[in-house]
């Protein structure tokens, strides 16, 4: 979550109760200074395949229970579970509809993609966007475009809700993603396919792949260099990444990004340098909140009868718990009133069964994996 210090000098929030006081002032108090009351205190977007990180509810959520901002499900002692049908997550929309019923936060959230954010964030002269919900600067601002917007914004950390709940969305198992290479039983030459797909997870192929070519946008480290946690750099990255290129794939396709040699192993080359702060950031204020990756789920495969039934539940599910939060929180829908409806209708989807099927493989993979 990113939010903007302008004129009124104010402290970071800590709690939910703070963040609202800090939107509140963002509205009421004239914070980019212009005798205008054109500020909007918080704007994210839904739509698109990367709007994942800049939905509204998915950092607000987190204060009143874990949300992956995916498919929300929670891990308990091995026992699988969803977020979006408890108490706690209807506490969590009542909030976010007080944001909203204030004018708080922008109507667009619900409608836009991550270009029209960018536009919003971008705003020509002065800023008049408050708090953007993002995983990164180029998620909502230009890196190091003529405006320098993207420094005005700074990160938060995890707020602290009613109940002392304060969680920070923790991804450990996206370090290499699943289905994205399949070699198929006609292949004539599986061993070498084989080698050349081990190779695209190599440190050097990634490189390549997501940066561009060596020597105009990565170079090795050179002596001496530093990386992000203090220790030996291991590349330099020479052009800022999320910037309009046409040489790499940009974290699409074969990867696999440890934190050690990928992300603490950029070199620090000038000062000051935004991703070693970032990267301090996430250490000192998300890092503390994270939950325990038995509590994550992991990667699951499943068998083609539960693969084609999964992909249905998938897909009717969570785009329906999607479009509930942006009704509830916008007024569309009563969430006193039909809050229990939306319950029922969960289980009208077969909710019980597709947690039950996740259920099956976890507990398939799990007994493998402690043979």
């Known amino acids: ?62 204060a009143f229970i874990y949300d992956d901002g995916d ?33 708080l936060i922008d109507s667009q959230s619900f409608t836009q993609d991550r270009n029209n954010l960018k536009k919003i964030a971008e705003n020509p002269d002065l800023a008049i966007a408050g708090a953007i919900p993002a995983h990164s600067p180029s998620d909502m601002t230009i890196v190091e475009g003529s405006s320098g917007r993207w420094l005005d914004y700074q990160p938060i950390a995890s707020i602290k809700g009613p109940t002392g709940i304060q ?20 292949n004539k030459y599986p061993e070498a396919t084989m080698r ?17 070519n060596e020597g105009s946008a990565w170079e090795w480290a050179n002596p001496g260099d530093v990386g992000r946690d203090g220790q030996p750099a291991k590349y330099r990255l020479l052009v800022p990444f999320g910037r309009l290129q046409n040489q790499s794939w940009s974290q699409s396709g074969l990867i696999y990004k440890t934190d050690k040699d990928w992300f603490a192993g950029q070199a620090v080359i000038k000062q000051p340098d935004k991703e070693k702060m970032f990267y301090d950031v996430t250490k000192q204020k998300y890092d503390p909140y994270k939950p325990d990756i038995s509590q994550i789920m992991p990667p699951l495969y499943f068998p083609p009868a539960d693969a084609k039934q999964i992909a249905e539940l998938d897909k009717t599910i969570n785009d329906y718990v999607k479009s509930m939060i942006a009704r509830f929180v916008t007024g569309d829908a009563d969430l006193d009133k039909e809050w229990d409806t939306y319950v029922k209708t969960l289980d009208g989807m077969n909710l019980k069964k597709y947690v039950e099927i996740y259920q099956r493989s976890y507990d398939a993979q799990k007994a493998t994996t402690t043979k």
Not at 40 to 54: D, Y
């Open 71 to 103: 498919k929300r499900f929670l891990l308990n002692n091995d026992k699988i579970d969803v977020a979006y049908n408890k108490p706690e997550w209807k506490n969590g929309l009542q909030y976010i509809r007080k944001l909203y019923k204030e004018g």
């Open 1 to 62: 979550m990113k939010k903007i210090k302008l004129l009124l000098f104010l402290k970071e929030p800590t709690t939910t109760e703070e963040f609202y006081q800090m939107l509140k002032a963002f509205k009421e108090k004239d914070s980019n200074g212009n005798q205008k009351a054109d500020e909007i205190p918080l704007v994210g977007a839904s739509v698109g395949a990367v709007s994942q990180k800049n939905q509204i509810d998915i950092f607000l959520m987190n």
């Open 167 to 186: 969680k920070a969305t923790w991804l450990p198992y996206d370090k290499s993603r699943l289905g994205h290479f399949v070699m198929t039983s006609t």
């Open 196 to 212: 050349w797909g081990d190779f695209m997870y190599d440190f050097e192929a990634n490189l390549h792949t997501n940066f561009g």
